[in-house]
């Protein structure tokens, strides 16, 4: 069964930037699109971005445009999500998305 594993979340002053980092067990990162989910306390689930198998083509949701960004290594099978200019309301569990097999997820606590 294939497992996707989220690293890097962590506790960060507002301002502050932290890289997330998906990897899997086996190679399907590298053949699928990619997506990051995060889900904040009493909210539902929500979409922050994916990337295309080339990584030639990414997508965000608006409040992140220009914040966050979402790139692979293939070689590495990994994907990663930078995040910088964090604000308190990114505060969430950050998960990976690949098919329809989550990760299970990262902590980011952005303090004010």
């Known amino acids: 069964q294939v497992q996707l594993m989220e690293s890097g979340g962590g506790l960060v002053q507002a301002g502050g930037s932290l890289r997330l980092s998906c990897s899997a067990s086996s190679s399907i990162l590298k053949l699928n699109l990619v997506a990051w989910f995060r889900q904040a306390p009493g909210k539902q689930r929500e979409f922050v971005a994916n990337i295309t198998p080339d990584g030639f083509y990414t997508n965000y949701f608006v409040s992140v445009k220009g914040r966050f960004t979402i790139s692979r290594d293939n070689a590495r099978n990994a994907v990663y999500l930078q995040m910088n200019a964090l604000k308190p309301e990114d505060t969430a569990v950050y998960y990976c998305?690949?098919?329809?097999?989550w990760g299970q997820g990262t902590q980011v606590t952005v303090s004010s």
């Open positions: 998305k690949v098919r329809d097999i």
